[in-house]
């Protein structure tokens, strides 16, 4: 008798939700778990923070309820986590959802953190903080454009791949260097990546109209300081200071410059309404280097815009799980 070769069992299927902010991907992705018993993994670095909720648009107690929310609140205010810390900890849950039979679904902005989760990081010498902190002091006084010089007399190719206003990136790379005493591009190079295996991954991207996202994103800022938002940050000042990381953070930052007496409260607004569209623009230049990601031109909430996402999860799923 022939022999059976039996039917190979695709692997399961991992949402990946990205976009700028206030592009709606929380809409989209709640409409999308509800639609097929998803959970969501948030990939946003501040509403992993404790304490912190008007300034990091975290889902509602109400839109919590619609599907379990994985990642939210559980990083004290004077803590950090790293991206790798991030990423094993995503992947950890990631992995308990599929085993529940449930679709992992993550959500979120920060594209470092992503890439980490989904590509893995390369394992570069351990973080100096003291380091870290004396980079810090240079930026803050002669600017990011002497970090990108010291980068390029360090690594010439590292510091073409990086630009002269991503500043985390360059303190990182220029760390890398000193600590290793080698290129960061020959360790890039020696050194592999762990991706994330045993899912099938399907990404989808929020590119709605610019003009729109930011009256959006202007709209939600001001919503922000109308609803408590430096209320919110002087307690958290007053107990933490410089030692809380989220103060730092967009809107947080110019409330905080309120409170210090250096802005008007109108001037603060304006600020933060213009930190937030320069991210979403840095956001964007981020995403569209991710590979494989099929983009909506619209807004989450577009019911056009989930049904064509609805139909790209259908289309990827198992059989067994549509």
């Known amino acids: 008798m022939p022999t059976q070769v039996p039917e190979r069992r695709l692997d399961p299927l991992l949402l990946v939700i990205v976009g700028p902010t206030a592009s709606g991907k929380t809409t989209l992705s709640l409409a999308i778990a509800e639609r097929f018993d998803g959970e969501i993994v948030n990939c946003d670095s501040v509403a992993m923070y404790r304490e912190f909720e008007i300034g990091t648009a975290k889902p509602a107690a109400a839109e919590r309820r619609r599907a379990p929310h994985h990642l939210l609140d559980f990083v004290a205010p004077t803590e950090y986590i790293t991206a ?73 190719a590292a510091a073409e791949k990086i630009h002269a206003n991503d500043t985390p990136k360059l303190i990182r790379a220029i760390e890398v260097c000193l600590a290793s005493r080698r290129k960061l591009t020959e360790l890039w190079q020696q050194q592999g990546r762990d991706p994330l295996r045993g899912f099938r991954i ?41 030692a809380a990381r989220p103060l730092a953070s967009l809107g947080y930052r110019q409330a905080v410059e309120f409170l210090h007496g250096d802005f008007s409260r109108e001037q603060a607004l304006r600020a933060a309404q213009q930190a937030h569209r320069n991210y979403a623009k840095r956001q964007m230049t981020w995403f569209r280097r991710e590979p494989e990601v099929t983009w909506l031109n619209g807004f989450g909430g577009d019911p056009q815009i989930q049904r064509v996402a609805t139909d790209l999860v259908k289309a990827s799923l198992r059989p067994d799980q549509q």
Not at 137 to 152: D, K
Not at 228 to 241: A, D, F, K, R, S
């Open 202 to 242: 399907l990404r989808i991207g929020l590119d709605p109209d610019r003009n729109a996202l930011y009256e959006r994103i202007n709209q939600r800022a001001q919503d922000m300081f109308e609803h408590g938002l430096i209320q919110e940050t002087e307690p958290l000042l007053q107990t933490y200071g410089d």
């Open 84 to 156: 790798g810390q991030y990423a094993r900890q995503a992947r950890q849950v990631i992995k308990e959802i599929d085993s529940r039979g449930h679709l992992p679904i993550v959500v979120g902005g920060t594209g470092l953190y992503l890439r980490a989760l989904l590509e893995g990081l390369f394992p570069g010498p351990q973080r100096s903080d003291k380091l870290r902190q004396r980079l810090r002091e240079h930026h803050a006084s002669r600017g990011s454009n002497h970090l990108h010089r010291l980068l390029h007399h360090l690594d010439r």
